[in-house]
């Protein structure tokens, strides 16, 4: 079993930031990439930020310049810095792993369940 469990959303106002986490447990082996999706109200999920395990990272243009992604030295969690939040960045954020859970086994796409985000005065 692999969980990943995330922290950090809530309510913020406009030109705000919030930090968002997400680790990783379980059966482990390995873990090829992280990043962080979103989605709100009536669109499909988007990617917002991922990186590799080698520290690689891409950004929507959407928030290219505002928001970070990193992760720890374990490359177990993975945190999204969200700075000059925007009402538009209202969603639903949902952390991705690509995680190997034997030495053998295949890449699976793993979800946390999600973090409410929502920027409003």
């Known amino acids: 079993q692999v969980q990943l469990v995330e922290s950090g959303g809530g309510l913020v106002q406009p030109g705000g930031s919030l930090r968002l986490s997400c680790a990783a447990s379980g059966t482990i082996s390995s873990i090829s990439g992280m990043g962080w999706y979103r989605q709100a109200p009536g669109k499909e999920r988007e990617l917002v930020a991922a990186?590799?395990?080698?520290?690689?990272?891409n950004y929507a243009d959407s928030v290219k310049g505002r928001f970070t992604i990193s992760r720890d030295s374990a490359l177990r969690t993975v945190f999204l810095q969200m700075n000059n939040l925007k009402p538009e960045d209202t969603a639903v954020y949902y952390c991705?792993?690509?995680?190997?859970?034997?030495?053998?086994?295949?890449?699976?796409?793993?979800w946390g369940q999600g973090t409410q985000v929502t920027v409003s005065f």
């Open positions: 990186t590799t395990r080698y520290g690689l990272a």
């Open positions: 991705n792993g690509r995680i190997r859970t034997s030495a053998v086994g295949p890449l699976r796409d793993y």
